[in-house]
């Protein structure tokens, strides 16, 4: 009998694996049958406050005034308040039957961006020119949906704590090539954090810890604007916490610190050493934020920060030291002031220009001394029209390198936006970039760009 066993199980295992299914599938309808009845009582509450009102006003058209002793009723919700409530609970709940499998709240966003351009001759064959090329090109311009971006927002549950958890995961579709029919996804930046009253954890990739602010352009979305021209920009994987400290209700510290990693380039190394470069490298970045605000609408927002990592390149390890400081002043509400400034030596892997280092020999080296930073003036004219005049640049010690790379590259935009709708923008932007060459020629180059963009 014990001999037959095994083969009798065999037999039954179709019989219990398909019952296991019905029991699954069951499950899953009776969830279904019970979110549609709930639906429905949510439905017929709306439907009964709808003629609860209606027959309210048709009471107090036809009743006398109310004396001026009478008692005065108790004080309840309004009626079309009560409705307002029930709709947004159907609406909720119909909505979580097609949101994500743990059946938590998830938000589509992005924007549909158009952009119409032309550049000048030392553009490089790129749609942004970041830096003004050496060699001439003929002056191109072209359209582009490429720079338009998919994105989710992710709501979490509660955990130990009270802690909030919640989440972000943005794309676009600059990777592929210049050809509009070979744009790929890439991703921008993800995060997930947990947010208690006064700290949070954070990880994910995102911007440095240093360099959070960026100026506002819809003609480079791709790229953090003036990348290469004093924005540290690099998105990369990174572990961060915080924790906020509060100096009265119009005031605060809010202190970051965290691992980011770096991404060095391989251009600094030279062909010899390129198979020696480690290209990815941890990094100790911090970031303390004063903050003040008033009541008429001005705040001020000033935050030094550091950054400090290695660089290992074949026997040799080769710091990356920066001291930050970001800002954001307003004075009235339609006026800001916002910029970033930093000093240090390195900066390639954080997002300055691709030259951090250059190597002497196999036992010496420069890092490269670099400083730099970007400022922006923007006028909200009205709650439509907004005029932006911004620009930036990286300034490199001539004395640290090589001949040919880039001693200065400074950029400098203005922009106007306009809303022609509650979620569709159009902008015009023009551009100029402006890069010298260590022993050689000041190249520029000048971009114009007409964009439209469709927010959803």
Same mark, same amino acid.
């Given at each position: 009998?014990?001999?037959?066993?095994?083969?009798?199980?065999?037999?039954?295992? %179709? =019989?219990?694996?398909?019952?296991?299914? !019905?029991?699954?599938?069951?499950?899953?309808?009776?969830?279904?049958?019970?979110?549609?009845?709930?639906?429905?009582?949510?439905?017929?509450?709306?439907?009964?406050?709808?003629?609860?009102?209606?027959?309210?006003?048709?009471?107090?058209?036809?009743?006398?005034?109310?004396?001026?002793?009478?008692?005065?009723?108790?004080?309840?919700?309004?009626?079309?308040?009560?409705?307002?409530?029930?709709?947004?609970?159907?609406?909720?709940?119909?909505?979580? @039957?097609?949101?994500?499998?743990?059946?938590? %709240?998830?938000?589509?966003?992005?924007?549909?961006?158009?952009?119409?351009?032309?550049?000048?001759?030392?553009?490089?064959?790129?749609?942004?020119?970041?830096?003004?090329? =050496?060699?001439?090109? /003929?002056?191109?311009?072209?359209?582009?949906?490429?720079?338009?971006?998919?994105?989710?927002?992710?709501?979490?549950?509660?955990?130990?704590?009270?802690?909030?958890? @919640?989440?972000?995961?943005?794309?676009?579709?600059?990777?592929?090539?210049?050809?509009?029919?070979?744009?790929?996804?890439?991703? !921008?930046?993800?995060? /997930?954090?947990?947010?208690?009253?006064? #700290?949070?954890?954070?990880?994910?990739?995102?911007?440095?810890?240093?360099?959070? $602010?960026?100026? &506002? #352009?819809? #003609?480079?979305?791709?790229?953090? %604007?003036?990348?290469? +021209?004093?924005?540290?920009?690099?998105?990369?994987?990174?572990?961060?916490?915080?924790?906020?400290?509060?100096?009265?209700?119009?005031?605060?510290?809010?202190?970051?610190?965290?691992?980011?990693?770096?991404?060095?380039?391989?251009?600094?190394?030279?062909?010899?050493?390129?198979?020696?470069?480690?290209?990815?490298?941890?990094?100790?970045?911090?970031?303390?934020?004063?903050?003040? @605000?008033?009541?008429?609408?001005?705040?001020?927002?000033?935050?030094?920060?550091?950054? +400090?990592?290695?660089?290992?390149?074949?026997?040799?390890?080769?710091?990356?030291?920066?001291?930050?400081?970001?800002?954001?002043?307003? %004075?009235?509400?339609?006026?800001?002031?916002?910029?970033?400034?930093?000093?240090?030596?390195?900066?390639?892997?954080?997002?300055?220009?691709?030259?951090?280092?250059?190597?002497?020999?196999?036992?010496?080296?420069?890092?490269?001394?670099? @400083?730099?930073?970007?400022?922006? =003036?923007?006028?909200?004219?009205?709650? !439509?029209?907004?005029?932006?005049?911004?620009?930036?640049?990286?300034?490199?010690?001539?004395?640290?390198?090589?001949?040919?790379?880039?001693? !200065?590259?400074? #950029?400098?935009?203005?922009?106007?936006?306009? $809303?022609?709708?509650?979620?569709?923008?159009?902008?015009?932007? +023009?551009?100029?970039?402006?890069?010298?060459?260590?022993?050689?020629?000041?190249?520029?180059?000048?971009?114009? &760009?007409?964009?439209?963009?469709?927010?959803?």
């Amino acid at each position: 009998m014990l001999r037959r066993t095994p083969y009798l199980v065999l037999l039954l295992a %179709p =019989l219990i694996l398909e019952a296991q299914e !019905r029991s699954d599938l069951r499950q899953i309808m009776d969830r279904l049958d019970r979110l549609e009845r709930e639906n429905q009582t949510l439905a017929d509450q709306v439907r009964a406050l709808r003629s609860e009102l209606a027959t309210s006003r048709g009471a107090q058209a036809a009743s006398p005034a109310i004396s001026a002793t009478a008692e005065p009723a108790p004080i309840t919700a309004p009626i079309e308040e009560r409705i307002a409530v029930v709709e947004q609970r159907t609406q909720d709940l119909s909505q979580s @039957k097609v949101e994500a499998s743990q059946r938590l %709240p998830v938000t589509l966003t992005g924007m549909v961006l158009f952009n119409a351009y032309l550049n000048g001759g030392a553009s490089g064959g790129f749609q942004a020119p970041l830096v003004a090329s =050496l060699s001439d090109s /003929v002056s191109r311009g072209a359209a582009s949906l490429s720079q338009s971006i998919i994105g989710l927002r992710f709501q979490g549950p509660r955990i130990l704590g009270g802690g909030q958890v @919640k989440g972000t995961f943005d794309m676009d579709l600059w990777g592929g090539t210049a050809s509009s029919l070979n744009h790929l996804v890439r991703l !921008r930046v993800a995060t /997930v954090r947990v947010d208690w009253k006064n #700290s949070s954890i954070i990880v994910g990739q995102d911007k440095p810890i240093i360099a959070p $602010r960026d100026p &506002d #352009s819809l #003609s480079q979305v791709a790229f953090s %604007p003036l990348t290469s +021209a004093g924005n540290l920009w690099l998105w990369q994987p990174q572990a961060r916490f915080e924790q906020r400290f509060a100096l009265g209700e119009n005031a605060g510290i809010r202190a970051q610190a965290g691992v980011y990693q770096t991404s060095e380039p391989l251009a600094s190394a030279g062909p010899e050493y390129q198979n020696t470069l480690a290209t990815s490298r941890p990094a100790l970045q911090g970031r303390f934020e004063l903050w003040r @605000k008033s009541g008429s609408g001005a705040r001020i927002e000033i935050a030094p920060g550091f950054h +400090a990592s290695q660089t290992h390149v074949g026997n040799l390890s080769i710091p990356s030291r920066l001291f930050t400081m970001d800002w954001l002043i307003q %004075p009235v509400p339609k006026l800001q002031f916002t910029g970033t400034f930093f000093n240090g030596r390195n900066t390639a892997g954080v997002g300055g220009l691709r030259q951090g280092f250059t190597i002497i020999n196999d036992y010496r080296y420069s890092a490269i001394r670099a @400083k730099g930073g970007w400022a922006q =003036l923007s006028y909200l004219a009205t709650n !439509r029209l907004t005029f932006n005049l911004y620009g930036g640049q990286e300034s490199n010690q001539t004395a640290d390198l090589l001949r040919g790379q880039i001693a !200065r590259n400074f #950029s400098y935009a203005a922009n106007v936006r306009y $809303r022609i709708g509650s979620n569709v923008l159009i902008g015009a932007e +023009a551009n100029q970039v402006r890069t010298n060459y260590f022993g050689g020629p000041l190249r520029l180059v000048n971009h114009y &760009d007409l964009a439209l963009a469709y927010l959803f």
